[in-house]
């Protein structure tokens, strides 16, 4: 069943003995990626950092939340972006998480990381890095294991940081054009969570401390902004299609079919009904609505990619082959398309093009788990053992299976010619799980 590509990767890692760690999963969506850039990015350039350099990545995760554990992604939970009912509330949500990193709060937790010789620290460190990997057989993401409590201290900020934060975030609103009255609003859908006990307020409320004082503060920062701003249509519309696909793929797809009347566009509606028919299993009537979209914005590589995702699941290699060519014509950059098309020639016993694609994707988002995992495949079907262990050893080493990826890593060692630039990537494996073993 599709699913956003959604891909659950687990770290293993005992953070506190005799105490499992807690799976975090990202969902990563080429078109749902391409909607929050579209959102964020005026919000990114106003608080002085790089649309480049900055990404807004979605976990997936019912509860209201929104953090930073690095100064290259914001991550929302899906369940904050579902709630929310604007555009210009999610930018309020991605301005006060960009402040954050434009205002160097990451800075000290960096230190942190980089000086734990811990069991916790090496985890969360690992976290860090591997953050954007991904694996699974349906889909999309990434995860991180940390135990709760250790996570929420970890994400915490300080009420001077908070209180920072939030006039930083008005400031960059109104630079970017965005109504600050957004920001407002997020806070109004937390009124009363502080006198709930820890274990019912919503996460957000633990990393990121929620006062009446600070609440009236960020009354007082927007009132100075008197004049009121227009909503940006364009981003109106990303907001609804970035919802209208997760709530697709998340909720039930009678659910789905029953409300995509409501959407704001046509093309928004058909694609809903695409992913509902498509989980009830229902290819003919999926194929109908996602066409009809397609229709009504041929140049679209996100809906071609959908359809493409739609038919390698349903069985349809050659076909989907066919749409995953057209969606990366359109869109020949995008690494999570062309890691679709990468799997569609797999599948289509297309091994030698295959190769050449899955590492064009690679060489766009190497951190790709998933890619990973299927350049390994391509490689051992083209008979490259050595090239399959290698890729193997990375694949694991992102996950945090150290002990894995070193004994995928010795394979190679031992297969690939020595001082080659895959010899010594293999030989890197191999010394940071031998390091990770005398821990």
Do not use: C
Request: charged share 20%; net charge positive.
């Amino acid at each position: 069943m599709l699913q956003l590509r959604f891909l659950v990767l687990a770290f293993g890692l005992a953070l506190i003995a005799g105490s499992p760690a807690r799976a975090i999963s990202l969902l990563r969506d080429a078109d749902i990626e391409y909607g929050l850039t579209q959102i964020a990015d005026p919000i990114i350039r106003a608080a002085g950092l790089s649309p480049a350099q900055v990404r807004v990545l979605v976990v997936d995760d019912p509860s209201l939340n929104a953090f930073i554990i690095d100064s290259q992604n914001i991550f929302i939970n899906s369940g904050m972006i579902l709630k929310l009912t604007s555009a210009r509330m999610l930018q309020a949500v991605i301005a006060h998480e960009a402040a954050h990193i434009a205002n160097g709060h990451i800075s000290s937790r960096a230190g942190n990381l980089r000086n734990a010789n811990t069991a916790v620290g090496i985890g969360m460190a690992l976290a860090a890095a591997a953050v954007l990997s991904g694996q699974g057989e349906a889909g999309m993401g990434i995860a991180f294991g940390a135990q709760s409590s250790i996570m929420r201290n970890y994400l915490a900020h300080s009420r001077a940081e908070e209180a920072s934060a939030d006039q930083s975030s008005v400031r960059t609103m109104v630079r970017a054009g965005v109504d600050p009255q957004g920001a407002v609003e997020v806070f109004d859908l937390f009124r009363g969570q502080e006198a709930l006990s820890v274990g019912r307020q919503d996460p957000y409320m633990l990393s990121h401390p929620l006062t009446r004082d600070r609440m009236r503060a960020m009354e007082g920062f927007v009132t100075a902004y008197a004049k009121p701003l227009p909503d940006d249509p364009e981003a109106a519309y990303w907001f609804a299609r970035v919802q209208g696909k997760l709530s697709a793929f998340i909720r039930n797809p009678k659910w789905t079919l029953r409300r995509t009347s409501e959407s704001p566009t046509r093309d928004i509606a058909l694609m809903s009904e695409a992913a509902a028919y498509h989980q009830q299993s229902d290819l003919p009537r999926a194929l109908k609505a996602i066409d009809s979209a397609i229709a009504l914005r041929p140049r679209d590589p996100f809906l071609i990619d959908l359809k493409a995702e739609i038919l390698l699941e349903s069985r349809k290699a050659g076909p989907a082959v066919q749409s995953y060519r057209q969606a990366v014509a359109l869109a020949p950059n995008n690494a999570l398309i062309l890691g679709g098309l990468g799997r569609a020639l797999l599948a289509a016993g297309e091994y030698q093009e295959a190769l050449t694609v899955l590492e064009q994707a690679r060489g766009r988002d190497w951190r790709d788990a998933r890619i990973l995992r299927d350049l390994a495949v391509a490689y051992a079907k083209t008979e490259q053992p050595g090239m399959a262990s290698v890729v193997t050893a990375e694949r694991y080493a992102l996950q945090g299976r150290l002990a894995d990826a070193g004994i995928h890593a010795k394979r190679a060692v031992d297969q690939l010619p020595r001082g080659s630039a895959p010899w010594q990537r293999a030989l890197d494996v191999l010394d940071a799980a031998k390091q990770a073993q005398r821990r």
